[in-house]
Structures are given as structure tokens and as C-alpha cells.
T-cell receptor
Framework: EPEVTQTPSHQVTQMGQEVILRCVPISNHLYFYWYRQILGQKVEFLVSFYNNEISEKSEIFDDQFSVERPDGSNFTLKIRSTKLEDSAMYFC???????????FGPGTRLTVL | SQQGEEDPQALSIQEGENATMNCSYKTSINNLQWYRQNSGRGLVHLILIRSNEREKHSGRLRVTLDTSKKSSSLLITASRAADTASYFCATAWTGDSNYQLIWGAGTKLIIKP
């Protein structure tokens, strides 16, 4: 069964460093998302992406964040200069045209020291 | 503003009993989805109910939706130790394929063997 994959599973970085979180959505899906979950808190929407551009973004998704679909399979989230408060689990999700369910990857746990 | 709010925040029951979790939301929705998350792990889609549906079943899961009260419930019948997890409701307000999910804070369910 096709699934969303994410790498790495855990990323540790120093404050101020850039990180790139990678996702491979399900191959025939068209809509891509990033969400994050700070430990013990609710899941929060960051950004949605369709047709090679951002569809919608939340207040969290400031100019330190960017997304890219560099090729036909990967979907990346870049944080330019990480802060301590960026420590969270980051989930990638995707869905297809006319499909309401969003399929989630296993997440990348980002720890900023 | 917060969209979904689950209650109870935590629920501990004996194996074999039924577990009921509730979710309330504030705005109009197109669909409501329930997800499960094992401790520190990914989000697993359980069931989706559309705004024009009142009840839906999937295996041991039963979901109801009352749009007049802006609330939903998830019932897990004949609970098993493996059902121990956090359960989240998430709402989508648009009928488009491209939409963000707004999440509740979750109910932590513990099934005692």
C-alpha cells in the first residue's frame, strides 16, 4: 500500500542553523501539506502546496520557512535559522484530487539545541 | 482560535469496555476526521464523516456528527490494550480537495488489561 515517507526520522540541530525536512508524498497525489506538533500539544497546520505553489499558510509559517517540490517526488520544508521553539514533530501529508483523506507520514522529530 | 476540542482529555478504562470520546468545533465544516497517534509516533487516519452524514461505522469504530451542536463522538467498542493511544479530531471547512485540517487537543486513551 502506498504511503508517505519522511526523512530523517530525527534531526538534532543547533539554534540558528538551517534544516531541510524531506517528504515523499504518495505518487499520484496532488496536494501536499506540512503540519507540526510541539510535544504534548495539538497538531498545527503550517502550509499547503498545489501546482508548485503555496495555496495557504498559517501565521506560524513566517519568512523563516519555505517549501519546495524540487522534483517529481520530493516535497521539502526548509527552516532557515532555527529557533528553540521550532523543536517539534513535523508531519508531511498528501491527498489526491477528489479524495478527502489526508495521508500522513511518520513525522520528523526536530530538536533545536 | 481553537477549532476542535476533545473531551475528556484523558480516559482510562478496562479492556473490553467501550470508550467514547467527544469533539466540539466552532465553525462550519465540510468534513470531520478522527486520527489516532501512538505515543510520539505518526498520525493514522481512522474515519472521515462528511457534514451531510450523521453516523458512520468502521469495524469497532462508530462516529457520529451533530452539525447543529457542532460536535462529534468517536466510540470504540470492545476496547483492546492495543487501542491505547491519543485520539484527535480534525475538521476541514472547505469542500475543495486542497484544504487544511484544524485539530483538537486530543484525548489520551489508556486501556488497562
Amino acid at each position: 500500500e502506498p504511503e508517505v515517507t519522511q526523512t530523517p526520522s530525527h534531526q538534532v540541530t543547533q539554534m540558528g542553523q538551517e534544516v531541510i525536512l524531506r517528504c515523499v508524498p504518495i505518487s499520484n497525489h496532488l496536494y501536499f501539506y506540512w503540519y507540526r506538533q510541539i510535544l504534548g500539544q495539538k497538531v498545527e497546520f503550517l502550509v499547503s502546496f498545489y501546482n508548485n505553489e503555496i495555496s495557504e499558510k498559517s501565521e506560524i509559517f513566517d519568512d523563516q520557512f519555505s517549501v519546495e517540490r524540487p522534483d517529481g517526488s520530493n516535497f521539502t520544508l526548509k527552516i532557515r535559522s532555527t529557533k528553540l521553539e521550532d523543536s517539534a514533530m513535523y508531519f508531511c501529508a498528501s491527498n489526491g484530487q477528489g479524495v478527502d483523506e489526508q495521508f500522513f507520514g511518520p513525522g520528523t522529530r526536530l530538536t533545536v539545541l | 482560535s481553537q477549532q476542535g476540542e476533545e473531551d475528556p482529555q484523558a480516559l482510562s478504562i478496562q479492556e473490553g469496555e467501550n470508550a467514547t470520546m467527544n469533539c466540539s468545533y466552532k465553525t462550519s465544516i465540510n468534513n470531520l476526521q478522527w486520527y489516532r497517534q501512538n505515543s510520539g509516533r505518526g498520525l493514522v487516519h481512522l474515519i472521515l464523516i462528511r457534514s451531510n452524514e450523521r453516523e458512520k461505522h468502521s469495524g469497532r469504530l462508530r462516529v457520529t456528527l451533530d452539525t447543529s451542536k457542532k460536535s462529534s463522538s468517536l466510540l470504540i467498542t470492545a476496547s483492546r490494550a492495543a487501542d491505547t493511544a491519543s485520539y484527535f479530531c480534525a475538521t476541514a471547512w472547505t469542500g475543495d480537495s486542497n484544504y487544511q485540517l484544524i485539530w483538537g487537543a486530543g484525548t489520551k486513551l489508556i486501556i488497562k488489561p
